[in-house]
């Protein structure tokens, strides 16, 4: 679903794939919260809560939340050929 480039204030960037298991998790954890919405309306808070949760279960990040948007950059992308079925229809 996104690809995110992570880079720690010092060190080595690192590639992270969020997946429906970190988007699922991310929408529990917020009231209101949707894919639709999230691609619709990108937010860096949003995008950082989601990449902390891909971090987490791939073991690449063991702190909390405010550690790791202090302490890391954030690049990200929408994987390619990723069908968002909000737009089908079209």
Same mark, same amino acid.
């Given at each position: 679903m996104f690809?995110? !480039?992570i880079t720690p204030e010092d060190g080595e960037p690192f590639d992270v794939k969020a997946d429906s298991r970190d988007v699922l998790q991310w929408e529990k954890r917020n009231k209101g919260a949707s894919?639709?919405?999230l691609?619709?309306?990108l937010a860096m808070e949003d995008l950082y809560k989601v990449a902390y949760i891909a971090c987490k279960?791939?073991?690449k990040f063991s702190g909390d939340p405010e550690e790791f948007e202090a302490?890391? !950059?954030?690049?990200?992308?929408?994987?390619?050929?990723y069908d968002d079925p909000s737009q089908r229809g079209r």
């Open positions: 690809i995110f !480039t894919l639709k919405r691609l619709e309306h279960r791939l073991k302490s890391y !950059t954030l690049d990200f992308e929408v994987e390619d050929g």
